[in-house]
């Protein structure tokens, strides 16, 4: 009895040590470990991550969108959201890129200007981490009309006094059918309270439209129905 009693005493102290010893070698490794790895917010344990908006502009050709990611990934960095469009005979990019605070630090000091991209004018430009998304109901303002000097002015302006804040704009032009003469769009997201805000910002527009010739929808985004104005 006395023999199996110390035999089981030595085995659970053998794998009390080793289990300890495991651990004392986990701790050893995190706390030795480069702080630029682990970035770790006071008090959370989420790695941290810093932000930058990469502005680019340059002559249109094949490639450059594989040139810009190429950039990122080679700083470790990554795209969380981009906007890229031909403008004449131009390609421009807006992009918002998320990394660890070295990451960051060597796409800001990158030097573009012995790569692929030197005939491109490029900024980089540290950010902060992206607002949670409004509380509220997204809605897009859309005009359809006959190009004309003005439109964008007059309906962000209506906005602008409303206390409505623009959250993307596009437009475009494009031939109208039979007639071929520039037909101009505008698409703008904001995001309002709810159906009633909704209405109010409706009458708004719809003073605008009759003064300037428009064809002005509210649309709930994301759904069929809309309001005309």
Known sequence: MRAWFAGFTLKTAFTVSRTLSVSCLALAFFLLCPYNIFQYYSGGGMVRSFFAVVRAIGSDRIGVVDDVSEVVEITSCNI???????????????????????????????????????DFSIDVIRTKEPLASRSGVPYVIETVSLDSPGIVHAVTAVLAKENISVEELETETNPAPFTGSPLFTLRIRVTLPGPKRAGQLKDKLQQLALERDLDITVTRSGREASTNA
């Not at 605070?101 to 991209?117: H, P, Q, R, T, W």
């Open 80 to 118: 969380e959201e981009s906007k890229m469009s031909v403008l004449g005979g131009e390609f421009a990019v807006m992009m918002l890129v998320s990394g660890s605070e070295s990451a960051i630090d060597a796409l800001v000091n990158y030097d573009f200007k012995n790569g692929d991209l030197k």
